[in-house]
């Protein structure tokens, strides 16, 4: 099993930003690729980024493409999730996720979840 811990969400003003973390542990090694989604009340858990932990590569949500951005470090298994320019409208619950499976967008392909961080952004 892979355990995910999410942290650094918060409070934040309209335009201000927060950078989320993502620490895994357990058997992260056996997934190929963590990925972020946000899910606001009342809505469909939302896709936001991904990124493979071996080489890198990355796949954005044109929702959030030029004001987030999905990171990484391996020596700490962590990933993170970097978020510019916030808006009112990015209030969620932010969760990461892993994957076995490859460079994934929809909620199904993920196998291992943590427990969400709430991110609150004021007008």
């Known amino acids: 099993q892979v355990q995910l811990v999410e942290s650094g969400g918060g409070l934040v003003q309209a335009g201000g930003s927060l950078r989320l973390s993502c620490a895994a542990s357990?058997?992260?090694?056996?997934?190929?690729?963590v990925g972020w989604f946000r899910q606001a009340p009342g809505k469909e858990r939302q896709f936001l980024a991904t990124?493979?932990?071996?080489?890198?590569?990355?796949y954005v949500a044109d929702s959030v493409k030029g004001r987030f951005t999905i990171s990484r470090d391996n020596a700490k298994n962590t990933a993170y999730l970097q978020m510019n320019s916030l808006k009112p409208e990015d209030t969620a619950v932010y969760y990461c996720?892993?994957?076995?499976?490859?460079?994934?967008?929809?909620?199904?392909?993920?196998?291992?979840w943590g427990q969400g961080t709430q991110v609150t952004v004021s007008s």
């Open positions: 996720a892993t994957t076995p499976r490859g460079i994934m967008t929809s909620v199904v392909g993920y196998d291992y």
């Open positions: 357990g058997r992260a090694g056996s997934s190929y690729a």
């Open positions: 990124i493979s932990w071996r080489d890198g590569v990355t």
